[in-house]
């Protein structure tokens, strides 16, 4: 659990403060554009480029460089008495006055689009700052899933032409020099200093590459990991959720466990050191994660999406995974256009190699994950000399996002048996960016059914369960009867009959919290076994200096109705436990889900689905018969 999204305490979020150099303004970066994109797979409304720069004119007689100006006509002769010369003139450094009286009243938002935009710094006559398009969370919607994520771009603004130009296409970081002259650049362990005045090509003179080769560190392990642990022991101690520790006397902790980084032998222990460091505070997420280590050259593992067993002349296609079209990465290589294989076939080679007995194409396709390689496929037709082809293939670099939609659809189509087509199914793997695109896409489908099942089992946490608890938490208050089309409910997306919850003991961090949720606001019965109990959460703000990750809980959860602190080291009781066992496992059972639709029919008794009314009852717009006219006449009277 992990990257909240708190909002600030005041209005706005108003970050990268940059003096421009004349000492006139202070430049910043707000989110306080208003601009919303509506969504397109439910309705709902966005903010995803809110960032605008702003500038605040410090004294009250200066004038906004982007507004109107007085025209000032010097007096005949004012000047002529002063040299030319530069080298006769003093230099004087920029006088800043600042008026406080009225201060928020003189932002000036530059003339740029809303966008995406972070470290803005001021520059002689401009303004710089990092600039990125906004583009999915997961990378699922690229072009192709081999595409490298985009990156960011260094943007100028002229602030007398009031034009932006692009410095640098592509970089990860940057920095201005104390002079505003120069930038530092940081793209892929690259450092290069270019003009800030004007975009230089990589050919230029005035682009210079910094050198990293010659840099040479010598470094003596026990202090460089003394140092570490101290670090991580004061971050701990500044971060920590609550300011006592605990109760915990965390210099003492120290004092007990700093003498043992003299008998340390490798960074392995060191990490080992650091576990038993946070172990101390009994709470969840202290992690310690080393720095990855560069992977060999010789690539992935490659997969190709299927069950095989040996069998004659190579391995037997057993079953071929189903795939997912609306997941790029749960698509197995044997089911694309072209490919043409069967359960059956046999796979004899691998790029002309003959595929090992004993172990199978795997033994073949190492580092060949996301490559094209060339598979012999043999078919018996049960007559004859059996047919013999060679297709192209890229296999997957992991299975895992395959095997995992044929779960879930597997447990959807055993929920649809057991309640003749009935209820709904829908999983939630996580509760970041992949999980949200996991629940919605089958929302549409299966919260149309006359009940339905949300399965947080094995969710391994993030930070949008409120997302999540509001989505399935809906409730229908009203129908839209369109002509021509079908009923919608209002919301939209509300579940229409009885919701019952999946969980168990691998459901932790934002898991157990969307658990409690669930029980809080009566969402729906919890089936299953004690969720794993860690509730207390992160941000993932620092590493060490060699890049080792240790991570702080700094966000305790607190919840009402009398559960308080209770679900940390605890976890979440379900309203009906329902273990489920290994032997039930290895016989391809599911207690857990059984349960759950034994239960959603009971509820039906009690909380009917609602249904789309009827059009009837509705006021007629006939108009009504007009009253009779009188009868008597004026010649009546007469």
Request: charge should be negative; charged fraction near 25%; avoid cysteine.
């Amino acid at each position: 659990m992990g990257g909240f999204g708190w909002g600030p305490v005041g209005r706005f979020h108003d970050h990268s403060p940059s003096f421009t150099p004349d000492g006139k303004f202070l430049a910043f970066l707000s989110e306080r554009s208003f601009d919303p994109v509506y969504d397109t797979h439910g309705f709902d409304l966005g903010f995803p480029t809110s960032t605008k720069p702003f500038l605040i004119a410090l004294s009250a007689e200066t004038s906004s460089p982007f507004g109107p100006s007085a025209h000032v006509v010097e007096p005949a002769g004012a000047g002529s008495a002063e040299s030319d010369d530069p080298e006769d003139k003093p230099a004087q450094e920029p006088r800043t006055d600042v008026d406080l009286d009225r201060l928020a009243e003189r932002i000036i938002a530059v003339p740029v689009p809303q966008g995406s935009y972070a470290k803005l710094r001021a520059a002689e006559g401009a303004l710089l700052w990092l600039a990125e398009d906004v583009y999915g969370v997961t990378g699922d919607g690229r072009a192709s899933s081999s595409d490298r994520s985009p990156g960011k771009r260094l943007e100028r603004f002229d602030l007398v032409r009031k034009e932006t130009s692009v410095l640098v296409p592509a970089l990860d970081d940057y920095e201005l020099s104390g002079d505003a002259s120069t930038v530092v650049l940081q793209h892929e362990h690259r450092v290069r200093a270019v003009p800030a005045g004007v975009r230089a090509d990589e050919d230029s003179p005035e682009n210079v590459t910094v050198d990293l080769n010659r840099i040479r560190v010598l470094l003596e392990p026990l202090k460089v990991w003394g140092q570490a642990f101290d670090e991580a022991w004061r971050l701990q101690r500044e971060f920590f959720w609550t300011p006592d520790m605990g109760g915990l006397d965390w210099d003492a902790v120290h004092a007990r466990y700093r003498p043992l980084v003299q008998n340390l032998g490798s960074h392995d222990d060191l990490v080992d050191l650091l576990w038993e460091l946070h172990g101390e505070l009994g709470t969840s997420h202290a992690y310690v994660t080393a720095a990855g280590a560069v992977e060999a050259g010789g690539g992935a593992q490659g997969f190709l999406g299927a069950d095989l067993r040996p069998g004659a002349g190579g391995w037997e296609v057993v079953r071929i995974l189903d795939p997912e079209s609306s997941d790029p990465k749960a698509i197995s290589p044997l089911s694309g256009p072209g490919a043409d294989v069967r359960p059956g076939d046999i796979i004899a080679a691998v790029d002309g190699l003959p595929v090992p007995a004993d172990k199978g194409p795997a033994a073949l396709l190492v580092g060949a994950g996301g490559r094209v390689v060339e598979l012999t496929v043999i078919r018996s037709s049960g007559e004859g000399v059996p047919a013999q082809r060679r297709i192209a293939v890229v296999p997957l670099r992991s299975e895992e996002r395959l095997r995992y939609q044929n779960w879930v659809n597997a447990n959807r189509r055993a929920v649809r048996a057991a309640s003749d087509g009935a209820f709904g199914y829908l999983h939630i793997p996580d509760m970041v960016a992949s999980g949200w695109a996991q629940l919605h896409r089958d929302l549409d489908s299966e919260a149309a059914k006359n009940g339905l099942i949300i399965d947080v089992r094995h969710n391994r946490g993030g930070h949008t369960s409120q997302l999540v608890a509001e989505l399935i938490g809906r409730k229908v208050t009203a129908w839209m009867l369109p002509r021509g089309d079908q009923a919608g409910t209002y919301p939209e997306q509300a579940p229409r009959g009885p919701v019952v919850i999946l969980t168990d003991e691998f459901a932790g961090s934002d898991g157990d919290i969307v658990t409690q949720v669930a029980k809080l606001r009566g969402i729906g019965p919890v089936v299953g076994t004690r969720t794993w109990g860690g509730v207390v959460g992160v941000d993932g703000r620092f590493d060490l200096a060699d890049g080792t990750s240790v991570t702080q809980p700094r966000y305790a959860f607190w919840f009402t109705q009398g559960v308080g602190f209770g679900v940390e080291n605890r976890g979440v009781e379900p309203d009906i436990e329902v273990p489920y066992p290994p032997h039930a496992y290895a016989a391809g059972e599911d207690p857990q889900l059984e349960q759950g639709v034994a239960i959603l029919k009971e509820m039906l008794a009690e909380i009917p689905t609602d249904v789309p009314p009827a059009r009837e009852g509705y006021p007629s717009l006939r108009p009504a018969a007009l009253p009779p006219r009188p009868q008597e006449t004026a010649r009546e009277k007469g």
